[in-house]
């Protein structure tokens, strides 16, 4: 019983992870048909700055919630800031170019972009452990959990909500919708493609950023974070359907609950785990779970 | 002849003279002596950067430094290497295995250097050794610590003057039983390649010939970088240990701490960090009060009180406003065991080349900042030194860190003999350990 509830609320907090980091990448994927590799890059990013920004309210001795929201706002503003640059700077300039092309940009801007940090923050690390020192924690029997960890759920599921409400009952979202069923027709019936890619271009960076963000105080925020991330937001996003957000929640879940269940029962299997739910999915169902096959167009 | 003429002539007579009274005085005495070119490699992006290769980069530019000034102690006055001076050239080992092999057969063909010291990581030993071998090319490893390197094969060319790592583990056994005499059982979390396998599968043999009663609970392997801990601490929370052993290093001993703190699991056990005083620097009062804590060696805190050892803590902490940690004594001391390898093979004449100095390498003892060097183990290429392990806690008045409660292990109690490899001799019972 014990390990079973354990199992359940490791999967809960490490979906909430991977669910946060995975939503920017899978929608920027739905709309504009481009694997984002630099996505690892907001991610970094959101967590230097959310780094500089627990630096800031550490030393002006401001309340908790104060400096965890300044937190957020800061690694949101990056992103925000990043994808414009991104989109107006470079991937406007690659519109229509080969995917493998688009997907090698990508990877370069990543590449740059680490190099940025290094720059902007210097090769040591940081801390920012503040905010989960100061959330405390609660005992559920002999199981103590972090109330940094709750939070961190309740964020992902607050996003899961947000996304489906945004996308079923805001003109954005269902224009957003039609874009990604059909972007030709969307255009040919008057929708501002290019804006659509802008603005969930950036959107996409600004949840990558925030879960750069959120999961700094958890971390030694140092060189190479992205790298880790963006291997395991594209196995959540391939098992759930290229472009799917419902696809992200699921595959984050599965994902999660098959890695604790591993660490906790089969400690030898844990590396595989991950990836060997994503070759039976993919076997299975080679588009993801929420993604059907779809008619090349000629 | 013309008034100018004259006046021509004699500028040129005079510029003659003056020409070789200059050229006189640019006459070197004897020929300039060639500079000695190290490639120094360690990390200096990613996630291993900040704890690890940048201290041992910042320990050879130091050092570098001081040798070339002839301002380091004695023996090591001389100027840079048998008076040549040491030019070195910084080069990442951020990457794959290729890639750093890559890079290591670029410094030795193209930049033509005349040793390599480098490498943190066990994975980029394992993956140059056999490239050193193959180009001849004198390397020092300088941190990596599986003990395959030696046991796997016998070296010509590679040399390790950093015990490897069975000294740390050995001597965390050693150190937890006699500290915590209530301990029944105890887990690990350990990184899933060499460095954290072997740790491991040496802390547990050297367990269960000092204490064979006393039973492994949770092993846990998760992958290197992962980040996210929670799975691992909650498998610790729900189980009986007394004690986890971790060799842990770089953002995720860092991260893990920050993780369990918040859970509370160091007050449920006792953590063994054989790599952990690389990170008391940084996590200060985050590193929970009553930690085991090692420095892969007599190294930083644990150090003894010596002149060089004191020598270099100054020069250091002047330097980089930080005092050293580990990976900057290996480097230390593994430049310096090459300068006196350089200046014995230097001693017949000349520039020695590449078989010269690993002739004059082999065997060789002498002390460091870290105590006692003795090229013992594999055919004189391992350094074995003695170690200590201690008790962390933050000393809240002085707002410092410090580890009490210190414990020297000899070198020959926590080193297999020569020729014999480490999982063979802990499996046997860790036969003629002398621990007095």
Redesign the interface.
């Given at each position: 019983m014990?390990?079973a509830s354990?199992?359940l609320?490791?999967?809960l907090?490490?979906a909430a992870?991977l669910f946060i980091v995975a939503i920017g990448l899978t929608l920027i994927f739905g709309v504009m048909k481009i694997l984002n590799v630099a996505h690892g890059s907001f991610y970094a990013f959101g967590a230097y700055g959310a780094a500089t920004a627990v630096g800031i309210y550490t030393n002006a001795d401001w309340p908790a919630a104060i400096g965890f929201l300044l937190m957020l706002a800061m690694g949101m503003a990056i992103g925000l800031v990043l994808g414009i640059i991104l989109e107006r700077g470079i991937l406007r300039l690659v519109y229509g170019k080969d995917e493998v092309i688009i997907v090698l940009v990508t990877y370069a801007t990543f590449l740059i972009l680490?190099d940025v940090i290094?720059l902007i923050w210097g090769?040591?690390?940081y801390?920012a452990?503040q905010p989960?020192?100061s959330?405390g924690?609660i005992e559920i029997g002999?199981?103590?959990?972090?109330n940094?960890?709750i939070v961190l759920v309740a964020i992902a599921a607050l996003l899961a909500g947000l996304a489906y409400w945004a996308l079923k009952f805001t003109r954005y979202g269902r224009l957003l919708t039609t874009v990604i069923f059909d972007r030709e027709t969307a255009a040919a019936f008057g929708v501002n493609v290019t804006l659509v890619y802008t603005v969930t271009f950036v959107i996409g960076a600004m949840l990558g950023a925030l879960g750069g963000a959120v999961?700094a105080?958890?971390?030694?925020v140092?060189?190479?974070?992205g790298?880790?991330?963006i291997v395991l937001a594209f196995a959540v996003v391939a098992i759930g359907g290229m472009g799917s957000i419902e696809g992200a929640l699921v595959g984050a879940l599965i994902v999660g609950i098959c890695?604790?269940a591993a660490?906790?029962l089969v400690?030898?299997i844990?590396?595989f785990v991950i990836y060997g739910v994503m070759a039976l999915v993919l076997v299975v169902r080679p588009y993801g779970l929420f993604v059907r096959a779809q008619p090349r167009k000629i | 002849m013309s008034h100018r003429a004259i006046v021509i002539r004699w500028g040129l007579a005079g510029l003659a003279v003056a020409t070789a009274a200059v050229a006189a005085q640019a006459q070197p005495t004897a020929p300039a002596a060639t500079p000695v070119k190290l490639g120094i490699v360690s990390f200096?992006?990613?996630?291993a950067?900040?704890?690890f290769g940048?201290p041992g980069r910042n320990g050879a530019e130091i050092v570098i430094e001081a040798l070339n000034a002839g301002k380091a102690p004695a023996p090591f006055n001389t100027v840079g290497f048998a008076g040549s001076k040491v030019e070195a050239k910084y080069v990442d080992e951020?990457g794959s295995a290729a890639n750093v092999v890559t890079e290591f057969r670029n410094l030795v063909q193209r930049d033509q250097v005349d040793a390599v010291i480098g490498y943190v990581s066990s994975g980029s030993c394992l993956a140059v050794t056999p490239v050193a071998e193959e180009l001849k090319a004198l390397t020092v490893f300088y941190d990596c610590g599986t003990p395959r390197i030696f046991e796997e094969k016998a070296r010509n060319y590679v040399f390790r003057v950093s015990p490897h790592a069975t000294m740390d583990n050995v001597a965390a056994a050693r150190y937890l039983l006699a500290k915590k005499k209530n301990v029944t059982s105890y887990s690990g979390i350990n990184q899933?390649y060499a460095w954290g396998q072997d740790s491991w599968r040496d802390f547990v043999g050297a367990m269960k010939v000092l204490a064979p009663k006393v039973t492994v609970d949770?092993?846990?392997?998760?992958?290197l970088?992962?980040?996210?801990y929670?799975?691992?601490v909650?498998?610790l929370?729900?189980s009986k240990s007394q004690a986890l052993h971790t060799s842990f290093y770089?953002?995720?001993?860092?991260?893990f701490i920050?993780?369990e703190?918040?859970?509370?699991?160091d007050k449920r056990m006792t953590i063994i960090m054989t790599a952990g005083e690389a990170a008391i620097w940084?996590?200060r009062d985050?590193l929970p009060d009553g930690t085991i804590i090692g420095a892969r060696g007599a190294n930083g805190p644990l150090a003894r009180d010596t002149e060089i050892n004191k020598w270099f803590q100054k020069v250091y902490t002047d330097r980089y406003n930080v005092p050293p940690t580990y990976t900057a004594y290996q480097m230390a001391q593994s430049l310096l065991g090459l300068k006196l390898a350089y200046e014995k093979a230097a001693k017949a004449g000349g520039k020695p080349n590449a078989d010269a100095i690993a002739a004059a390498f082999k065997g060789i003892e002498y002390e460091g900042p870290a105590g006692q060097v003795k090229m013992v183990l594999g055919d004189g290429h391992q350094g074995i030194t003695e170690t200590a392990y201690g008790t962390y806690r933050f000393n809240k008045q002085k707002k410092e860190p410090e580890i009490v409660d210190i414990v020297r292990y000899p070198a020959e109690c926590v080193n297999p003999p020569a020729g014999i490899d480490a999982d063979k001799w802990i499996a046997e019972g860790m036969k003629g350990a002398k621990c007095n």
């Open positions: 014990l390990t354990a199992i609320t490791d999967g907090v490490y992870y680490e290094v090769p040591q690390s801390a452990y989960m020192v959330a924690n002999e199981l103590v959990l972090s940094y960890d999961m105080p958890k971390i030694a140092t060189l190479g974070i790298v880790e991330v890695r604790a660490v906790h400690p030898q844990e590396l | 200096l992006t990613g996630p950067a900040s704890p940048i951020a899933n949770k092993v846990l392997f998760p992958k970088f992962a980040g996210e929670g799975a691992e909650s498998t929370l729900t770089d953002g995720d001993l860092e991260g920050y993780q703190q918040a859970r509370g699991l940084r996590l985050k």
